[in-house]
Protein backbone atom coordinates (compact mmCIF):
# COMPACT_ATOMS: atom_id res chain seq x y z
CA UNK A 1 0.00 0.00 0.00
CA UNK A 2 1.19 3.65 -0.81
CA UNK A 3 2.48 5.59 2.12
CA UNK A 4 0.21 8.42 0.94
CA UNK A 5 -2.83 6.11 1.24
CA UNK A 6 -1.90 5.03 4.36
CA UNK A 7 -1.52 8.42 5.61
CA UNK A 8 -5.13 8.87 3.91
CA UNK A 9 -6.73 6.03 6.29
CA UNK A 10 -4.33 6.75 9.13
CA UNK A 11 -5.96 10.73 9.10
CA UNK A 12 -9.55 9.32 8.53
CA UNK A 13 -9.15 6.63 11.57
CA UNK A 14 -7.85 9.41 13.54
CA UNK A 15 -11.11 12.03 13.25
CA UNK A 16 -13.35 8.75 13.63
CA UNK A 17 -11.97 8.44 16.70
CA UNK A 18 -12.07 12.51 17.85
CA UNK A 19 -15.27 11.97 16.84
CA UNK A 20 -16.48 9.21 19.10
CA UNK A 21 -14.59 9.36 21.77
CA UNK A 22 -16.37 9.72 25.25
CA UNK A 23 -14.71 10.31 28.53
CA UNK A 24 -17.66 8.83 30.45
CA UNK A 25 -18.78 6.15 28.26
CA UNK A 26 -15.57 5.02 27.74
CA UNK A 27 -14.83 4.26 31.81
CA UNK A 28 -17.72 1.75 31.29
CA UNK A 29 -17.72 0.17 27.98
CA UNK A 30 -14.64 -0.57 25.59
CA UNK A 31 -13.48 1.47 23.14
CA UNK A 32 -15.19 1.05 19.86
CA UNK A 33 -13.45 -1.57 17.08
CA UNK A 34 -12.09 1.12 13.75
CA UNK A 35 -11.91 -1.36 10.69
CA UNK A 36 -8.75 0.10 9.01
CA UNK A 37 -9.85 -2.70 5.86
CA UNK A 38 -13.41 -1.21 5.81
CA UNK A 39 -11.83 2.39 5.45
CA UNK A 40 -9.80 1.13 2.42
CA UNK A 41 -12.54 -0.38 0.52
CA UNK A 42 -14.73 2.95 0.71
CA UNK A 43 -11.45 5.23 0.13
CA UNK A 44 -11.07 2.90 -2.85
CA UNK A 45 -14.57 3.16 -4.12
CA UNK A 46 -14.33 6.87 -4.22
CA UNK A 47 -11.02 6.75 -6.14
CA UNK A 48 -10.81 9.05 -9.30
CA UNK A 49 -14.41 10.84 -8.80
CA UNK A 50 -14.49 14.20 -8.62
CA UNK A 51 -14.51 15.36 -4.81
CA UNK A 52 -12.44 16.89 -2.50
CA UNK A 53 -10.06 15.25 0.12
CA UNK A 54 -12.21 16.77 2.93
CA UNK A 55 -15.81 15.02 1.42
CA UNK A 56 -13.98 11.89 0.75
CA UNK A 57 -13.44 12.26 4.10
CA UNK A 58 -16.90 13.10 5.28
CA UNK A 59 -18.50 10.40 3.07
CA UNK A 60 -16.34 7.41 4.71
CA UNK A 61 -16.06 8.92 8.10
CA UNK A 62 -19.97 8.50 7.59
CA UNK A 63 -20.08 5.14 6.66
CA UNK A 64 -18.08 4.22 9.31
CA UNK A 65 -20.18 6.05 12.13
CA UNK A 66 -23.17 4.37 11.06
CA UNK A 67 -21.30 0.87 10.91
CA UNK A 68 -20.12 1.43 14.62
CA UNK A 69 -22.81 2.04 15.98
CA UNK A 70 -24.53 -0.68 14.64
CA UNK A 71 -22.05 -2.96 15.67
CA UNK A 72 -22.29 -0.99 19.46
CA UNK A 73 -25.91 -2.14 19.40
CA UNK A 74 -25.07 -5.83 18.34
CA UNK A 75 -23.44 -6.03 21.94
CA UNK A 76 -26.37 -4.76 23.94
CA UNK A 77 -27.18 -8.92 23.66
CA UNK A 78 -24.31 -9.92 25.46
CA UNK A 79 -26.25 -10.98 28.90
CA UNK A 80 -23.11 -11.83 30.33
CA UNK A 81 -22.83 -7.45 31.65
CA UNK A 82 -24.36 -5.85 34.10
CA UNK A 83 -27.18 -3.75 33.44
CA UNK A 84 -25.60 -0.36 33.59
CA UNK A 85 -22.95 -1.60 30.83
CA UNK A 86 -25.76 -3.09 28.68
CA UNK A 87 -27.57 0.54 29.00
CA UNK A 88 -24.35 2.95 28.20
CA UNK A 89 -23.77 0.22 25.29
CA UNK A 90 -27.35 1.32 23.66
CA UNK A 91 -26.84 4.96 24.28
CA UNK A 92 -23.12 5.10 22.86
CA UNK A 93 -24.80 3.55 19.77
CA UNK A 94 -27.44 6.25 19.92
CA UNK A 95 -24.51 8.73 20.37
CA UNK A 96 -22.68 7.47 17.41
CA UNK A 97 -25.70 7.62 15.53
CA UNK A 98 -26.12 11.48 15.96
CA UNK A 99 -22.87 11.93 14.96
CA UNK A 100 -23.51 9.81 11.71
CA UNK A 101 -26.01 12.41 10.88
CA UNK A 102 -24.04 15.36 12.37
CA UNK A 103 -21.25 14.63 9.73
CA UNK A 104 -24.02 14.16 6.70
CA UNK A 105 -25.45 17.50 7.20
CA UNK A 106 -21.49 18.51 6.54
CA UNK A 107 -21.88 17.35 3.45
CA UNK A 108 -25.08 18.82 2.49
CA UNK A 109 -26.21 15.04 0.81
CA UNK A 110 -29.54 14.69 1.10
CA UNK A 111 -29.51 11.55 -1.52
CA UNK A 112 -26.76 10.05 0.20
CA UNK A 113 -29.02 10.19 3.86
CA UNK A 114 -31.80 7.82 1.97
CA UNK A 115 -29.03 5.27 0.77
CA UNK A 116 -27.68 5.08 4.24
CA UNK A 117 -30.90 4.73 5.42
CA UNK A 118 -31.76 1.80 3.47
CA UNK A 119 -28.66 -0.10 4.23
CA UNK A 120 -29.21 0.52 8.11
CA UNK A 121 -32.72 -1.40 7.44
CA UNK A 122 -31.18 -4.03 5.69
CA UNK A 123 -28.77 -4.66 8.81
CA UNK A 124 -31.10 -4.90 11.08
CA UNK A 125 -33.20 -6.93 8.93
CA UNK A 126 -30.11 -9.71 9.06
CA UNK A 127 -29.59 -9.21 12.56
CA UNK A 128 -32.82 -10.53 12.80
CA UNK A 129 -32.57 -13.77 10.87
CA UNK A 130 -29.12 -14.46 12.65
CA UNK A 131 -31.08 -14.03 16.36
CA UNK A 132 -33.25 -16.79 14.65
CA UNK A 133 -31.33 -19.00 13.35
CA UNK A 134 -32.79 -21.84 14.97
CA UNK A 135 -34.04 -23.47 12.30
CA UNK A 136 -30.98 -22.23 9.60
CA UNK A 137 -28.43 -24.37 8.25
CA UNK A 138 -24.62 -23.32 8.59
CA UNK A 139 -24.27 -21.85 5.21
CA UNK A 140 -27.79 -19.59 5.44
CA UNK A 141 -26.17 -18.54 9.00
CA UNK A 142 -23.01 -17.36 7.21
CA UNK A 143 -24.49 -15.66 4.31
CA UNK A 144 -26.70 -13.77 6.42
CA UNK A 145 -23.19 -12.73 8.78
CA UNK A 146 -22.18 -11.68 5.44
CA UNK A 147 -24.88 -9.40 4.36
CA UNK A 148 -25.00 -7.97 8.09
CA UNK A 149 -21.42 -6.99 7.44
CA UNK A 150 -21.79 -5.32 3.95
CA UNK A 151 -24.95 -4.06 3.81
CA UNK A 152 -23.66 -0.54 4.49
CA UNK A 153 -20.93 -0.57 2.31
CA UNK A 154 -22.82 -2.25 -0.38
CA UNK A 155 -25.11 0.81 -0.23
CA UNK A 156 -22.22 3.07 -0.33
CA UNK A 157 -20.71 1.84 -3.90
CA UNK A 158 -23.85 1.72 -5.52
CA UNK A 159 -24.27 5.34 -4.97
CA UNK A 160 -21.24 6.32 -5.60
CA UNK A 161 -21.19 4.23 -8.80
CA UNK A 162 -17.91 1.41 -7.79
CA UNK A 163 -20.15 -1.59 -8.50
CA UNK A 164 -16.93 -3.36 -9.21
CA UNK A 165 -15.43 -3.46 -5.53
CA UNK A 166 -18.76 -4.71 -3.90
CA UNK A 167 -17.91 -8.71 -4.63
CA UNK A 168 -14.61 -8.11 -3.17
CA UNK A 169 -16.00 -5.81 -0.36
CA UNK A 170 -18.35 -8.72 0.67
CA UNK A 171 -16.19 -11.58 0.52
CA UNK A 172 -13.13 -9.46 2.58
CA UNK A 173 -15.83 -8.34 5.11
CA UNK A 174 -17.16 -11.84 5.82
CA UNK A 175 -13.28 -13.10 5.80
CA UNK A 176 -12.37 -10.55 8.68
CA UNK A 177 -15.92 -11.42 10.67
CA UNK A 178 -15.08 -14.95 10.04
CA UNK A 179 -11.85 -14.95 12.05
CA UNK A 180 -13.04 -12.09 15.02
CA UNK A 181 -15.65 -14.48 15.73
CA UNK A 182 -13.33 -17.72 16.17
CA UNK A 183 -11.18 -15.42 17.94
CA UNK A 184 -13.72 -14.31 20.62
CA UNK A 185 -14.16 -17.90 20.80
CA UNK A 186 -10.92 -18.84 21.17
CA UNK A 187 -10.40 -15.98 23.75
CA UNK A 188 -13.48 -17.09 26.02
CA UNK A 189 -15.24 -14.39 25.08
CA UNK A 190 -18.89 -14.50 23.05
CA UNK A 191 -19.21 -15.58 19.23
CA UNK A 192 -22.75 -15.43 17.84
CA UNK A 193 -21.07 -17.71 15.23
CA UNK A 194 -20.26 -20.36 17.50
CA UNK A 195 -23.42 -19.75 19.46
CA UNK A 196 -25.00 -20.49 16.38
CA UNK A 197 -22.89 -23.38 15.02
CA UNK A 198 -23.65 -25.33 18.75
CA UNK A 199 -26.96 -25.14 18.69
CA UNK A 200 -26.79 -26.66 14.64
CA UNK A 201 -24.73 -29.04 15.43
CA UNK A 202 -25.25 -29.90 19.31
CA UNK A 203 -29.44 -29.22 19.84
CA UNK A 204 -30.40 -31.75 21.60
CA UNK A 205 -27.41 -30.13 24.40
CA UNK A 206 -28.23 -27.12 25.81
CA UNK A 207 -25.02 -26.20 27.02
CA UNK A 208 -23.21 -22.60 25.81
CA UNK A 209 -20.46 -22.82 23.81
CA UNK A 210 -18.05 -22.03 27.01
CA UNK A 211 -19.31 -25.66 29.16
CA UNK A 212 -18.57 -28.11 25.88
CA UNK A 213 -16.35 -30.57 26.46
CA UNK A 214 -12.83 -30.56 24.25
CA UNK A 215 -13.79 -32.71 21.66
CA UNK A 216 -17.29 -30.76 21.20
CA UNK A 217 -15.52 -27.59 20.61
CA UNK A 218 -13.08 -28.81 18.43
CA UNK A 219 -15.83 -29.98 15.91
CA UNK A 220 -17.53 -26.51 16.43
CA UNK A 221 -13.51 -25.02 15.43
CA UNK A 222 -13.24 -27.67 12.73
CA UNK A 223 -16.55 -25.87 11.17
CA UNK A 224 -15.16 -22.70 11.59
CA UNK A 225 -12.43 -23.65 9.29
CA UNK A 226 -14.36 -24.85 6.87
CA UNK A 227 -15.97 -21.78 6.25
CA UNK A 228 -12.72 -19.59 6.19
CA UNK A 229 -11.15 -21.69 3.62
CA UNK A 230 -14.41 -21.46 1.23
CA UNK A 231 -14.25 -17.72 2.17
CA UNK A 232 -10.52 -16.94 1.32
CA UNK A 233 -10.94 -18.87 -1.98
CA UNK A 234 -14.11 -16.92 -2.68
CA UNK A 235 -11.67 -13.71 -2.05
CA UNK A 236 -8.88 -14.56 -3.57
CA UNK A 237 -11.58 -15.25 -6.57
CA UNK A 238 -12.89 -11.73 -6.04
CA UNK A 239 -9.12 -10.16 -6.10
CA UNK A 240 -8.05 -11.61 -9.49
CA UNK A 241 -11.54 -10.33 -10.86
CA UNK A 242 -11.34 -7.01 -9.07
CA UNK A 243 -8.28 -5.94 -10.75
CA UNK A 244 -6.85 -3.86 -7.45
CA UNK A 245 -3.22 -4.21 -7.11
CA UNK A 246 -3.64 -2.07 -3.69
CA UNK A 247 -6.03 -4.33 -2.29
CA UNK A 248 -4.72 -7.41 -3.84
CA UNK A 249 -1.87 -7.17 -1.68
CA UNK A 250 -4.18 -6.21 1.47
CA UNK A 251 -5.26 -9.37 0.66
CA UNK A 252 -2.15 -11.30 0.22
CA UNK A 253 -1.28 -9.81 3.75
CA UNK A 254 -4.22 -11.41 5.18
CA UNK A 255 -4.04 -14.61 3.77
CA UNK A 256 -0.28 -14.90 5.64
CA UNK A 257 -1.47 -13.96 8.68
CA UNK A 258 -4.56 -16.23 8.30
CA UNK A 259 -2.01 -19.16 7.50
CA UNK A 260 0.56 -18.14 10.56
CA UNK A 261 -2.43 -18.13 13.08
CA UNK A 262 -3.75 -21.28 11.89
CA UNK A 263 0.15 -22.92 12.10
CA UNK A 264 0.12 -21.50 15.61
CA UNK A 265 -3.57 -22.85 16.29
CA UNK A 266 -2.69 -26.02 15.02
CA UNK A 267 0.64 -26.74 17.57
CA UNK A 268 -0.97 -24.90 20.54
CA UNK A 269 -3.74 -27.56 20.03
Known sequence: MSYQREQQIAAIKQAIEEEVAHDYLNQFIDAPYIDEDRILLLISSLAGQPYTEHEVKQFVATAMLIQIALDT??????????????????LAGDYFSSLYYKLLAGVHNVRLVGILAEGIKSVNEYKVMLYQFDNSD???????LKKTESAIITKFMQFFGSQPLIRLSEELLLFNRLLREKEQAENGKRSILFEALNKMAYPGDGRPFEQLPHEKKRKLFYIC???LKESIRALQAAAMSCGNEMLSERIRLLMGRYGDATRLYAEEG
Request: proline share 0%; no cysteine.
Open 73 to 90: HEKVTNAKENQKSRQLTV
Open 138 to 144: AETFVGH
Open 225 to 227: EKY
